[in-house]
């Protein structure tokens, strides 16, 4: 038996037998598409699902807490679709509740109530992406302000967050959905905290043939079972699919593996700024390949004020299988590759630029054997005229060595 959340346009109370138990209260933090659309994409994340032993009884499991389903109490702000004069905004629409599925906003929506998603039966394959999602956003002059609100599965529902074409959403807790945040053609995500979710924390994907931008911003990830941020672009050409990506102050700590990119036949720019990816149990930042194939991607990747650490695999992976393309590595700041399990950096046949005022610091990392090097790279073209801390590999004669050398972090 489901209730309904009433609002005054201001404050409301939720009429319900049963209150669903209090949570934990996280720590603070420093048109719609058809379900096709992303379908392909889903069918990976199950199957990363599937092969990291999570398994796939994971997507009927979320009933096992008998609590009824919350809708959550919001205030709206219809979008320009539905405004009846353009350039006008209309003032909240009363009586209305965000309920889990069921519609895409293209205005503005702000919780004034926690969401929980509690309903067990499975999102129908096929349909609206409105039915896998719990909250759905569509278009510029979409925004969700969650108000430092919760949105929590524990039932059947797929997808917490699903920005499209452009939508927003700040302020937000998000946990235990398979992927916490999507989005599809280009979106923002700010001040939002990510966590528990059983594959991806944030996903993004863009269509063949499109150009688009995605920023995220200020955020949390943190305890996913797959990747904390994932991109997967797939195109006709480097030339027709453009995707550009900027991170600035996101930690992604403690999933799989903190960021990833990967494309076939994209152009990918990626900016990573005063962010962090450390105890991984894979690499903190990767650039990869798709299914671990030979790829054709244009990928310019330019780093700023990074650290990478406590990782269980690299502190920065760029794969050689991206074969296709030119891939280039910028080095604007300063870049801190330590203590990770294997290499430091490691990286196929790519240009390594470090600008005058990068440095390049990759030491005290764990690897062995042949991979006994902080820098690794045998393909690697390194120019510029910033600093490295590191010696051990001779690639790296053209960069300034500092002396001394900050000391590596223990």
Known sequence: MSSQAKVDGSTAQLDMEDQPPSLPTPPKRQKASSFSNISRILVFA???????SIGFAGYSAFASRDIQQQNAVAVIREGPDNQGKAGKTPPPVCGSTVQCGGEAYTGEVKLTEDLFCTDTETPPIGGDICDICAITLDGEDA????????????????IGICLLNGARAKNCYVQKFLVGIYVQNGGEVNECEVMFNDVFGIQVQNEASSTTKMKISNTYIHDNSDRGFYFLGSGESPESSETSIEVNNVKSN??????????????????????????NSGSGIEIDSVFGVNISAAVDVELDGIISRYNGDHGLFVSPLIVGGE???KVKGDVNL???ENSGFFVGDVDVV????????????????????????????????????????PNLSNIITCDPCPTCPQ
Do not use: P, W
């Open 143 to 158: 925004e969700l302000d969650c108000n430092e609100f919760m949105v929590h599965n524990s039932g059947a529902m797929v």
């Open 46 to 52: 199950l199957g990363i699902f599937i092969v990291g």
């Open 254 to 279: 403690h999933n799989v593996i903190g960021m990833s990119f990967a494309g076939d036949n994209v152009k990918l720019e990626v900016q990573v700024k005063d962010s962090e990816t450390s105890n």
């Open 327 to 329: 891939v280039k590595v």
């Open 354 to 393: 470090v600008e005058r005022r990068g440095a390049l610091n990759s030491c005290g990392n764990l690897a062995s054997g042949s991979l006994d090097e902080d820098i690794r790279s045998d393909l690697a073209t390194f120019s510029g005229n910033g600093y490295t801390c590191d010696s051990t590999s």
């Open 338 to 340: 330590y203590k990770n």
